[in-house]
């Protein structure tokens, strides 16, 4: 397990913070039995059940939005060293505040999963933070092609990946598009090279 103190936003002095970010920890999670479970499940169940709203509106149909987070966590170690990396942002007072993951797909390249922050830790910069650990932990497995996805009309996290550097992507195998193949008309595919 390594903690991270969060201080200045990786993406330079000109990236956009509403509110400051300091004394938040971004923690990496070598093994399942460090992770506390509980929480990385709520986590994901709020990141789910947001985006699941935000999917039907765009006229998706309606999909069993929890079969994404029984697969996520059966193969909870697609997302832990050597295979990828998988990281929970805190406060100071213990609550967690945000999730980001990194799968593997080949040895050259990965996919960023599941960045979420909490609505009231929005607009600090751990959203940044969390796309920078995830592009670090990529260098250090060796990965040098970085693919994401997002529904359409996520703005907020279109433009975080555009100021991390991404950029449009053909669709690809995604992890989302897989479980849920009726998404992929609504979802928008992103990459960079690291």
Same mark, same amino acid.
Do not use: C
């Given at each position: 397990?390594?903690?991270?103190?969060?201080?200045?936003?990786?993406?330079?002095?000109?990236?956009?913070?509403?509110?400051?970010?300091?004394?938040?920890?971004?923690?990496?999670?070598?093994?399942?039995?460090?992770?506390?479970?509980?929480?990385?499940?709520?986590?994901?169940?709020?990141?789910?059940?947001?985006a699941?709203?935000?999917?039907?509106?765009?006229?998706?149909?309606?999909?069993?939005?929890?079969?994404? +987070? %029984?697969? &996520?966590?059966?193969h909870?170690?697609?997302?832990?060293?050597? #295979?990828? @990396?998988? *990281?929970?942002?805190?406060?100071p007072?213990?609550?967690?505040?945000?999730?980001?993951?990194?799968?593997?797909?080949?040895?050259?390249?990965?996919?960023?999963?599941?960045?979420?922050?909490?609505?009231?830790?929005?607009?600090?910069?751990?959203?940044?933070?969390?796309?920078?650990?995830?592009?670090?932990?990529?260098?250090?497995?060796?990965?040098?092609?970085?693919? +994401? %996805?997002? &529904?359409?009309?996520?703005?907020?996290?279109?433009?975080?990946? #555009?100021? @991390?550097? *991404?950029?449009?992507a053909?669709?690809?195998?995604?992890?989302?598009?897989?479980?849920?193949?009726?998404?992929?008309?609504?979802?928008?595919?992103?990459?960079?090279?690291?």
């Amino acid at each position: 397990m390594l903690n991270e103190d969060v201080a200045d936003s990786p993406f330079g002095p000109n990236s956009s913070q509403h509110h400051s970010s300091a004394g938040v920890q971004i923690v990496s999670y070598s093994t399942q039995e460090e992770i506390p479970m509980e929480t990385a499940r709520a986590l994901l169940t709020d990141h789910l059940t947001w985006a699941y709203g935000k999917l039907l509106a765009l006229g998706a149909a309606p999909f069993d939005k929890m079969r994404h +987070a %029984d697969k &996520f966590f059966d193969h909870l170690n697609d997302v832990l060293p050597p #295979r990828g @990396a998988y *990281f929970l942002a805190f406060d100071p007072e213990g609550q967690a505040l945000g999730t980001g993951s990194l799968r593997r797909i080949s040895d050259d390249m990965a996919e960023m999963k599941h960045l979420y922050v909490r609505p009231t830790a929005r607009g600090a910069g751990l959203g940044e933070r969390l796309i920078a650990a995830r592009i670090d932990a990529a260098r250090t497995l060796g990965v040098r092609h970085l693919v +994401a %996805d997002t &529904f359409q009309g996520n703005d907020p996290m279109i433009r975080l990946y #555009r100021q @991390a550097g *991404f950029s449009d992507a053909a669709p690809f195998d995604s992890a989302a598009a897989v479980t849920t193949p009726e998404l992929i008309p609504h979802l928008r595919y992103f990459e960079m090279r690291v």
